[in-house]
Structure formats: structure tokens, C-alpha cells
């Protein structure tokens, strides 16, 4: 449900247009330094503003309520929260009607029988992601030496980085969207995370980067690429003590444990689902398939803005893993 | 660890040169009709024997326990065992001094301070997954008309399944080893089915494919290929009262909730680690890069066996996620 | 940790002396009518006020963040806090030098090195049950014809209600505090709550109640009188095709599974840690043994207080049951 | 269900007359010496035998199948097994019928459908305790330093030791039953383990304790004794350094963390519900309240077989906690 992590742990809570959105984050560990500073950065690399993202710009202030005390971690669990300002007062109850393709807007609407806050997308908006990155900056406290390389490495189906300002310009013209690919590199990651048999790293980091609306697909090192691969050249040879491998095509995981080399994920995000064009859909009053055209305010490109957040929930497993493997250190 | 779901919850444990391999199944409903012939199936699913298999052959006889009485399933936990029965008892020390490239040897020596059983891979053998086929058995017996179509489509990169005979023939000759990807089709699971924000269909199926040894990409839909698409091409419009649509690039799944339309899971399967050719590996004792043979009796594509596995790991995790959205039904 | 529950689960956190304190409640029923007004009553009976209670009153008003939409719970996590108002901006550091006795001072200092907020006993303080009525209010709406009936049937060694009143005369007069026992029964829970092996009703229950401070004891029907009984005169013998049982001595109870007699549960809460009487500690710097003279606005009975927090814990305790139970039926 | 622990966790299944019973330990540190022998002394104080115990003698000889290597553990989960070899082929049907007093039949009966292992109680029986304690050991292995002294300290009323073997044999000849306290005292336990707020040490002993059949009361340091205690008198002055206290009423903890103090638990068990004496029960069939005879092999006092039982309980949530604390050591 809203709760993840065995040891360091995130429950998200809020809806799009309602009060606000939080988390909860408990697990975390005494005497870490912290304070409201610290979540600007990520925060501001979530925030809306550029081409691509959408013009509601909500301020993002960080309010902390508990789990802080002269400025350190207590041990106890950190409330975030963020208010809802920037909310348009206008009427949503034509989703009821008319479920938008590709949305949650119909099988939320089945599973909650019709009492799920639809304003916004509700609980599924992508504003609940704020909760994620203030429990992601916690969670890189706790990975001491671990440095995250976070970029998008496919928009749209162009994999060359100096076009995609151009892409965008097009998109945003169109009145389409565009999806692509985030690749997260993770460095200094200790030889022993992860726990198999279930809670293999990549189980644990799959888990959490699907559950971000949009991720469909996830894959480690050379990922489905290496089908066409024979062992002989898939496989990494060790060439030093430390474990260093030569080729990293398992991308830093092997039997599901670190193996000390760069983890290595790419996770597809699928275009943003809200676009400008009219599209078709079901109406589920009258029974007709009708031309649809969404208004308010959207991101042609939701992955620009996700990228901080699959960072966080990489960063919020590797926590758990890590904590779950000091448990078990001489 | 090797404990997963919330209310049909899989407990395995076993090594592959141990007294055996098994699975307790627990929260499974009582009153199912359950015998030992009805494991038989997708057992034989798993088995070894043809082109591309391993040699050593073990009859995976499944010896019931506990849970099951009059032929019925009495609601208590179910304990499924297969004793180990085949195995060579030859010097593995070996792989303490060599760990093999893309194994869990190396990492598992670390992780476990040199104390984990390294024959044929210990806990990390392939053979644990006899106890995961067992347990989708009665995942499947709790998921009344949901049907399963699995499938290879994509081997060492052919994707024409006429030529795979020849791509294995190939393999084998020069003692190397393929990988590819496994399709899964799931038909007849109802609206409703996943728990956001975390436990997302996607995140759920994820996460019990990547505990797999092996696996190192999942994707839904369209997947990866689904980068490449504007949003007004991948948004599935709805064209009926009970959810259908039109195409299904979202796999099925819309905000981690399944819509009514088949689920479509693509897994990306290494090639078998275990090559008959000659590589190179670190000597952990010597400090020199040192060429290693590997003996032994392997699989040149683990991905024919793993194809039930994968299967079976999708109705470990449908049938615990029906059980919980049962418990909000009316 | 903070957290508990399978599916209907809650989340707390707070301190007595930051900003507030709240929980986080999720796996709610969508369609639940709820409002601020309904935690009024039991709030109110968790309120200080009458004899033997803190002079410290807040008006614990309930904020509803999430998870309210038109007046009906979504189906999506229910945020609730409480602000902290009237809290003294008096010295506290007193507390890490003298650890209060039977307070969890030096334990949390010790566990959380240090770093605890331990001004007003911080996340050790009563305050943090104001969460919990607040989830048990919930809890019960979720538990249709289920009816609590709680009071104190021992306070301070006397279990003549009538004599109450002047137990707490004498106990603030004496500037002392007395404990007792919260006798709570629960009908109308239907035949099948509990999950055996190890999450019985018992457990489930005890551990919620345990998790209230200053809560020491336990016991379901007889509980240790029974010691004396023999089986003979201990065994509830059944009585009619509902189960119904001449007797109750196992408080509803039999193999952690409920049989639709009334659930009899007994919790002993040990008296106010916090008296005026000048008490001795231990003296972390100096290494002394002082006099110690606790200041501030206490509860000479903190069980008065309690008893709705009980309530609420099995509440809680129950709706889990109940879904879990709900899953299993046809 | 039938799994508990967040790290050091165990899975029991079994049931009295099928194949065997049995445990699967997961969480175990690698490199803890172990064999069989192990086992013995906790086994054999389960054993029956003496007065006041059944006369159905198994010999209780313990299965390894997975886990160790070299006489080690490895860190891979640990399954345990124990045969059932002495049960008696008779006719339990009877059971359906007239649901035997203070037993399971009746609400296993409802909860399972009647699809229920009722055979000697099934998976209700006290034989699955045979799980619990070979995990006991493992447990204790991981707890050094720490020591148990478990007794019976009321026996049917009785609270004069040198008096228990007359209660016994009072008892067998009325063909009537006994319950009493078992009273465990852990001494080593370092200060800072329970995980506040819900996971409190008592929460998590209780949790245990309470499944265990026949558990219906659980208490720490002074228990239901103090609810006549002032708080004066109920504080535990701290007197040196390293927390030891003056008396300790509060069982050794404090905010639900150990405080450093022994640990001081007492728990009820009821009379056995077995008796040979004519008991009157309902029958389901026919709608009368009928007399019962219940032959077959019984306990008078199983509190005698419990107290192994019970302190291995402890043993196992003490070493959960550990890992626990450990996690979040420097």
C-alpha cells in the first residue's frame, strides 16, 4: 500500500488537489544533520518551469513536524509536508464521465467505487512525488560515499542528449507528449546489499521505481539489450581484488547482491499521458465513444521532471538494503 | 529475505547439493482441491532434457508435508519439498579460489563472510525455483480464470521462433550459452487488482521476476520499445463500458491498478553464466587473472527452463494481490 | 516500529514538544462517511480535565489532510495531526542529566545516543496517543455492530468504583499517582477474527496495547486468576449452534481465533512515572545519587486517560482482523 | 500468519497427525557453529514423560535440510523438520460433532470452512511447538551473553514449588487438569533493544508469547501486582552508571527498550483443555448439549512442557530485536 522499507521506511500520504502532500520516514538513523536547506536542491530539480513542464508552479516548501531536534535526526520518524497552494478551483467531475486514456482515472474509479478524490488524478497525482524526494535526500544521508548520476539517456526515441531541447520544442507544438528513458548510475555502493532470495537489490529498487505513475519498464546493466549477447561476452570477469569487473553488463549486481562496481538502472517512462491533442474515449454515462480534449495545466514531458524521483527511490532502497546489511556486520 | 506477500505469502529455502530444496505456502484459502499430480505440469515445464539443457536430471518428485487434508487444502501452511537426489559429489572448492564471472560466487563470499554453501551455487541455484513452480500452482488454483500464455520471443536475439533450434545448436557447439526474453500473457484478471502507491501491479510482479537469478529487465506493455512514442500513440483509448481498449501499450495496467485487459510482461533473461569455454577470472588466493573451465553439467539457455518460473512468480504475486483486494470488496 | 498492520495499518509520529503529532492511516475502506466530528467524542474522552489529570490542556483540534473527499473517506491514506499549542518553553536538558525513573529517559538516551527529543518524554510521551484514538475512531467505523464497553476496574488496589474518586483525592494530596486496570469488552466481533499461527487475536492485541506506555500487563477472559482453576471448572462449554459458551473464562477467545463471545481483555497500566514527591536519581555527570524533584503538569493517574486509548488499540487491532478475515470468504 | 520477524524471522507449518511439523529460520548470521546435538537439551525439556504429561512419546529427532554447511550456518534459511511417527489411526470425526471445550475445534471448524486438519487438533496442536523451540536455540545463538532462567511459579494455584509434584498427582487422579504461571527472568540483555513506538520489547514478547495455545496472560516486572502500588513505590531508582536499578518493578524496561536490568516476564497458561473427566458440549449435528468423553493422550499439566516453549519465544524475539539495534549501531 502507501508504506515501504523493513528497516528505513516511507508512508506517503496526500492528493493532487487536496490539503497537501507528506511522508512519514522512519527507520532513520540518530544524529544526522539536517534541516530545511537540505531538501532544496532536490526539490528545485523536481520543480516545474523549464520547456516541457507544466506552468503550475507550486512553491515546494518543506515543512517539518517531528523527528528533529537541534538540528539532528532523533531517531524518531520525520513528518514532511507540502501544502497545495497553486490548486484551480475548477470543475473535475467530467473525468467521472469521461476517464482519460492511460490514466488511473478508470480503475481508480472502479477499485475505490467511485469515491476516490479524482481532482487532479487525486492520490495518483505526480505531486505525491514530492513526499519521495524529501525521503530520498534522507535516504542519501544515510549512504555515506554513494554518488547518483541521474540523466535521460532517451526522449522520445532520440538518444542524443543536444537534440532534446528540440524534441521538446516540437512536442510542446504538437500539443502531444513525449516519454523516454532515465539511466541512473550509482557509485560507491558496498560489496553486499541487497538480500535474496525475494530481496534481491533489483527486486527491492523495481518495487519502488514502478511504483512511480508512468515507469514501465526497469532494467540493470546492459538490460534487455543483452538478449542478443552470448555468455561468453555477457559475462563480467573479475580483475581485481576488490571485485572489479572489466565489462559491467550485470551493471553492478550479481545473485542479487552488490558486487562493488557501478549500479547500473535504466527505467522507461512512458509519455505523459495528459496531452494538448483531442483524443478519444469512452463515455461511461451515455455509452458513446467521444473526442476528448484535456485543459488544464500538464508536462509534455513528465520525464524531465522524474528523474530526481527514480534518484530518491533508488536511494531509498539502497537506505533499507544498507541498514539491513549493518544488522549483519561483525 | 525469502519471505514474500502480504496474505499468500512463499517461503523457500534449500541448496542445490543440500538435503533438498522447498517451499511453505501459507494464506493459501481452504477447500481447494490439491494433489500431488497436480504439480506435475508445470513441473515438467521446468525439467531438463531437451536442446540447450542441462544433463543432470533429478525426477523433482514434490512431497507434500502439511496443509492438505482429504485432498483439500485446510488453510494452514502448506510444505512442499523435493529431495536432492542427483548430485555429484565432486570438489567445488574450487569456486572459493575462482569465483565464476556473472555468479553469485564472489559476492555470497563476501556477503556471508565465507560461511554460504558454494556447491552448484548453494541457495543462489537455479534449483530453489522448483519451489517456486510448485507455489504458483496453487497461485493459479486461487486465481480462477486468469490463463497464462508464455512465451520465448526473443532468443540470443533471434526472434523468429522457427530458428531456434538452430540458435541453440549453435550455442551448445560452441560450448557457449544464450539468453533472450520471456512473454507473459496474463488473460481474465479482473479490474481492481494492485495496491498504489507501493504495491502497484507492476512493482508487486517486479519484484518476485527480478528475486529470479538471471533477470535483468522487466517491462509492461509496449515497454522500452514505447520510448520511441509520442503520447497521443501510447495512450490506450477506452472503447467499452467494461474497460477495454483499443490497443493495450500500458500492458494492462493503468496507475498500478489492472484494467481488465490482458497483462503483458516482457522479462529479459541473461545468458546462463556456466559456459563450457574457456574464461578468465580473478584468483582470489594468488592474486593473478587466471583462465577457468568450468565442469560440470549447465544449461546453455537457462531461459527454456525459467519461462514456467517467471510464470509462476506472476501467480504467486496475482494471487496474493486478489486475496488483499478481496478483503475490500462489499 | 511506527508502524502496524497489514492492510488497515497506521503510522504515527510526533513529539510532546514539536510541532505536532499525527498518524497516518491507510487500507480505510473507501465510502466511510467521516468527519471532523467524529473524533470528537473520543477525543474528549482523552482529554485532560477532571481529577488527577495534567492541568496541561490543548484543544486537540483534528486537522484531516488526505484521504476525505466530499465528506467519504477515498480509499487512499487519511492523514490526521494535532498541533502542539500549549507547551512551556521551560528547560529541559535537566532531564538528560537526571534520568526520570521508570520514564524511558535514559533508555532513549542510551538507544538513540543522545539525539532524542526529551523535552516532555518527546516521542515517549503520552501525547503521541492522540493518533491512535484518532485511528481507532476510523477502526471502528470499519467494524460495523461491533460494541466497546471500557472502564477501570482497579485504581490504585481498589476495585470498589464508588471509592475512585477518593483514591485520586488522596493520591494528588499525597503528591503520588496511582496505576490500575483497564478492563475492556469488546461485543459482537463474529466467529473467525485471528490469524494462528502467531497472529492470534491475543497477539495481535497485546502488542498494540503493549506499545502504550506505561501498559505492563495483559490478560484475555480470566487471565492469571485462572491459575487456580481446574480445567474442569476453566473450560467454556458450548452451548448453542452459535457458539455461544456457559462461561467465559477464555474471553471469547479459543486458538487465537474469536468465537463470538464477548472478547474480555485486561491491561494493567503501572502508575504515573512522573510524581511530585521527591524521588532519588542517578546523577549522569556527577556520578551521584540526588534528590530529584519533578516539575511540570502531570497526571496522578494517567490510566483515567488511557482507557479510550486502549479501546482504540483494539479497535485498530480488530479492523486488520476483520480485513484479513474478509479476504478468506466466499 | 505463520511467519514472524522483521529480520531474524521464523515460518512454522505442521500438523499433529500429518507428515511432520516443522520451521524455516531465516535471518540467521553466517558462521554460528551448529549441529544437531544442539538441539537435544531444549528438545528433551519439551519432552513428555513425567507425571502430568502425555504418554504419546515421540522421539522428536530433528531434520536438517538447509542452512548449514560445514557444520556452520551460512546466512541461507534454515529448515527444521521433525517427523510424526507415534499417531494413533483412530477415528477423529467425532470432533466435528461435539467441538471439544476450550479448544480450537470449533472456531478452526467455522474459519476454515470445515476443510480443517482436526486430527489431535491439527495445526492447532501442541506439537508445532517443536519448531518453536529448535528455532529457539538458533536464536539464543545469536544472543550471547544473554542467559534464561525459566520456572513454574504457580501451578494451579499452588505457588510452593516443593508442593507441585502432590498438585500433580491430585490432579491425574480426578483425571481433571492444571494451569499455572511460567515465570522467565533474562538476564544480559544490553540497554537499547525494542523499537518504540509499536515494536516495544513487551509488544514483541507479547506478540510471541500469545501464540503459543494455552497462553492467555502476559506480564512484565511486577505485572497486575502493581495496579495497588504507589508510583513512589513502583519507580525503579537508577543507581549506577550503567542503568542498574533499585528495585525493578518495570521488568527491565522502560519506553518499551530495555533498560539493562533483567527482563522479567511472567505468562498464564490455562489448564489444559483436555480432560478425562465428562465434560458437556454442543452437538452441531443433532442441537444437543451432550456429555463428552475425550479419550486419546493428553497433558494434565502442559504448563510443565510450555515453559521451553515459552522461553524460546522470547529467545526469538530478543534475537529479532537485536539485529535490529544492531543495524543502527556506528
Redesign the interface.
Known amino acids: 500500500?502507501?508504506?515501504?522499507g523493513?528497516?528505513f521506511?516511507v508512508?506517503?500520504?496526500?492528493?493532487s488537489h487536496?490539503?497537501?502532500?507528506?511522508v512519514?520516514v522512519?527507520?532513520v538513523?540518530?544524529?544526522i544533520k539536517l534541516s530545511e536547506e537540505d531538501f532544496t536542491y532536490d526539490l528545485s530539480r523536481r520543480k516545474s518551469g523549464g520547456l516541457g513542464t507544466t506552468p503550475r508552479i507550486e512553491d515546494d516548501e518543506i515543512?517539518?513536524?517531528?523527528?528533529i531536534?537541534n538540528g539532528?535526526?532523533?531517531?524518531?520518524?520525520?513528518?514532511l509536508?507540502f501544502l497545495n497552494k497553486n490548486t484551480r478551483s475548477k470543475d473535475y467531475s467530467n473525468l467521472v464521465k469521461h476517464?482519460r486514456?492511460?490514466?488511473?482515472d478508470?480503475?481508480?474509479l472502479?477499485?475505490?467505487?467511485g469515491?476516490?478524490?479524482y481532482?487532479g488524478g487525486?492520490?495518483?497525482s505526480g505531486r505525491?512525488t514530492l513526499g519521495i524526494v524529501a525521503a530520498g535526500v534522507i535516504a542519501k544521508k544515510m549512504l555515506e560515499g554513494v554518488k547518483f548520476t541521474t540523466k535521460i539517456t532517451?526522449l522520445?526515441?532520440e538518444t542524443d542528449s543536444s537534440k532534446f531541447q528540440e524534441v521538446l520544442r516540437n512536442?510542446v507544438m504538437?500539443k502531444?507528449?513525449?516519454?523516454?528513458?532515465v539511466s541512473i548510475c550509482v557509485d560507491g555502493v558496498k560489496?553486499?546489499l541487497?538480500?535474496?532470495?525475494?530481496?534481491?537489490i533489483?527486486?527491492?529498487l523495481?518495487?519502488?521505481l514502478?511504483?512511480v505513475?508512468g515507469?514501465?519498464?526497469?532494467?540493470?546493466?546492459?538490460?534487455?539489450k543483452?538478449?542478443?549477447?552470448?555468455?561468453?561476452?555477457?559475462?563480467?570477469?573479475?580483475?581485481?581484488?576488490n571485485?572489479k569487473?572489466k565489462t559491467n553488463?550485470?551493471?553492478g549486481i550479481?545473485?542479487?547482491?552488490?558486487?562493488g562496481n557501478p549500479i547500473l538502472i535504466?527505467a522507461?517512462v512512458?509519455?505523459?499521458?495528459?496531452?494538448g491533442?483531442t483524443?478519444?474515449?469512452?463515455n461511461?454515462i451515455n455509452?458513446k465513444?467521444e473526442k476528448l480534449d484535456i485543459e488544464g495545466r500538464h508536462d509534455a514531458a513528465i520525464i524531465l521532471r522524474a528523474q530526481v524521483v527514480l534518484e530518491s527511490m533508488v536511494a531509498i532502497g539502497l537506505a533499507d538494503l544498507k541498514?539491513?546489511?549493518?544488522?549483519?556486520?561483525?
Chains 1, 2, 3, 4 share one sequence.
Do not use: W
Request: charged letters at 20%; aromatic letters at 12%.
Open positions: 500500500m502507501n508504506h515501504f523493513r528497516l521506511s508512508n506517503i500520504y496526500g492528493e487536496g490539503g497537501g502532500v507528506g512519514v522512519d527507520g538513523k540518530p544524529g515543512i517539518i513536524d517531528s523527528g531536534f539532528y535526526t532523533t531517531g524518531a520518524p520525520i513528518s509536508r476517464p486514456p492511460s490514466h488511473a478508470f480503475t481508480a472502479c477499485k475505490y467505487d469515491f476516490n478524490d481532482r487525486g492520490h495518483f505525491i532517451n522520445g526515441g512536442t504538437e502531444d507528449s513525449v516519454g523516454g528513458i560489496i553486499g541487497g538480500e535474496p532470495y525475494f530481496d534481491s533489483e527486486s527491492i523495481s518495487h519502488l514502478f511504483s505513475g515507469v514501465k519498464g526497469v532494467e540493470f546493466g546492459t538490460g534487455f543483452g538478449a542478443s549477447m552470448r555468455g561468453s561476452e555477457f559475462n563480467d570477469p573479475i580483475i581485481d581484488e571485485g569487473t553488463n550485470n551493471g550479481n545473485g542479487g547482491i552488490s558486487n535504466n522507461f512512458k509519455p505523459t499521458p495528459s496531452i491533442k483524443q478519444e474515449t469512452y461511461l455509452g465513444i541498514l539491513i546489511s549493518d544488522a549483519y556486520k561483525k
